[in-house]
Structures are given as structure tokens and as C-alpha cells.
């Protein structure tokens, strides 16, 4: 059975979806007769969430991290269940425009970009990416990479770059509209994963004004790669490099930005 494109959860209507998770839940629980959930009953009540929080406690998704134990069938926890090829997988991008971007920012992550000296939000590299979104050199410079990511494809396809530029993340998610943007909210890409495409923006707000962005390259359920700029294995917001990541679709807590209607 596919992922349904949303959270299930206690009070669930659909008894078809409500069946087959106790039916599945029954199997990889084992047989102990006070584990066993009654298929025939259409209610997704307080046992169900127990059980699918112990199941939750014994497994791990796609990449071998802990499932998150709230007693809730996100794509994570379907996909631990029924398998990866039941939730949305996708490494197209949606139109040429995207599609360059992520070819660029492939690029530079093959080019091993680092920052000169380290720790110094300046190099060759990344003082370009902060020249080509118009600020000085030594700032923040995850969103500045986007932006030059952009242009680069912008200017391969001989097209008008419809990112905002801007080397702020938040700033970029709120003026991203204005230039014919859309945006994903969190809640709608954790119920439905299917909305993130490969060349979206991502966008994570850390508090005070501060944030977080990078590119999508491929996404698997609730598990997306993702290059980043000004970032590291730690996955921080103030790392030393341009870097390929794993990301939970969950851990980006403000949304994707989708320019797919310019530049086809």
C-alpha cells in the first residue's frame, strides 16, 4: 500500500489505511496475544498508538537513524513498515531552470569548496558567492551560495534568474512570492513529501532572525539530500563548506521555496 500524502494518526477515518497498519503492525510485532491489534475494528485508538510507538522504538528509517516515538504513521515510519518504494522518491527536477541549479551545486560540492582560512566565512570560492548576491565579503554565506547557483543556471540557459537576491534566508523566504515563487509550508512536506521537489529551496529558522538554507537534490519519503553551502558534516548553520547532507524532511522547520513556474 502507498503512502497515503498525509499523517496518520489516533482518530483516523480511512478504515482501508486503518486495517492494513494493524495487519502489518500484527506481523512485525510478533504473536504475543497482548500486542495483537483487531484488524476488523476501523479505530485508531490508544492501543494502536502504543503499538505503533513500540514499533517506532525498534526500528530506524531509511537511513538508520531512531524513528521519532510519538504513535504517529508519518512517510518515515510508513516507509519502515511497508518499505522505501511505498513513499515518493524523486531525483528529477521539475523544468530545465531547476534542474541546472542542482547540476551546479553538484558542481561545487565535487569541488570540495572550503572556507580560506578556516572558520573565516571567506575564500576564493565563497567571498564569489557573497560578491554575486551584492553583499561584502565575510557574512553568512549558505543563501548566497543558492543565489549563485542560480544565476550560474540562469545564465547557462540564457534565462532571467528569478531567485530573490538576497543573502538572507529569511528574508528570501519572505519576499520569494513577490518573484513568482511558491512556498511549502512545514506541515504541508511532512504530511506529503511528495510536494518537495529536487531544485527546491529549503529554509530553516533558527531563532532571532537567523536561519538556515540549502538546495534539494533528491528527495525519498521523509529523507532528502540536500547541498548546502557555509555548513559541515554537523549539519550547523556556520560550517566550513559547501557539503551533500541527509536531512529528515521534519528538521526543516520553516519550509521550501519553489521557483518550477520560471525559467522552463
Known amino acids: 500500500m502507498k503512502y497515503p500524502g498525509r499523517i496518520i494518526k489516533v482518530g483516523e477515518q480511512d478504515a482501508v489505511i486503518v486495517k492494513a497498519l494493524k495487519l502489518r503492525l500484527n506481523k512485525v510485532l510478533g504473536s504475543d496475544p497482548a500486542l495483537r491489534l483487531d484488524p476488523d475494528d476501523p479505530n485508531y485508538g490508544p492501543k494502536m498508538k502504543q503499538m505503533v510507538k ?20 508519518g512517510s518515515l515510519t510508513w516507509a519502515s513498515l511497508f518499505g522505501d518504494g ?29 572556507e580560506v582560512p ?56 519572505q ?27 529549503f529554509i530553516m529558522d533558527h531563532g532571532g532572525g537567523l536561519g538556515h538554507t540549502g538546495l534539494v537534490e533528491k528527495v525519498a519519503g521523509g529523507l532528502l539530500t540536500t547541498i548546502e553551502g557555509n555548513t559541515d558534516a554537523s549539519k550547523t548553520r556556520e560550517g566550513g563548506g559547501v557539503y551533500r547532507l541527509t536531512r529528515k524532511i521534519t528538521e526543516i522547520n520553516k519550509g521550501f521555496i519553489d521557483y518550477s513556474g520560471e525559467g522552463k
Not at 519576499?175 to 529551496?201: D, F, W, Y
Request: hydrophobic share 40%; proline share 5%.
Open 175 to 201: 519576499r520569494a512570492t513577490s518573484h513568482g515563487a511558491t512556498r511549502i509550508g512545514r506541515s504541508q512536506a511532512v504530511g506529503n513529501p511528495e510536494l518537495v521537489k529536487p531544485g527546491m529551496v
Open 54 to 73: 513500540l514499533f517506532q522504538a525498534r526500528n530506524v528509517d531509511a537511513a538508520g537513524r531512531p524513528l521519532k516515538q510519538d504513535g504517529e504513521v
Open 86 to 114: 511505498t513513499v515518493p522518491a524523486s531525483d528529477t527536477a521539475d523544468g530545465d531552470l531547476l534542474g541546472r541549479v542542482v547540476q551546479v551545486a553538484a558542481g561545487e560540492d565535487a569541488k570540495h569548496v572550503r
Open 118 to 173: 578556516k572558520n573565516s566565512n571567506r575564500g576564493p570560492q565563497v567571498d564569489a558567492y557573497l560578491k554575486r548576491a551584492g553583499v561584502p565579503t565575510g557574512l553568512s554565506w549558505c543563501c548566497a551560495f543558492v543565489y549563485w547557483c542560480f544565476d550560474e543556471a540562469a545564465k547557462a540557459l540564457d534565462c532571467d534568474n528569478p531567485m530573490v537576491k538576497t543573502a538572507g534566508c529569511l528574508d528570501h523566504w
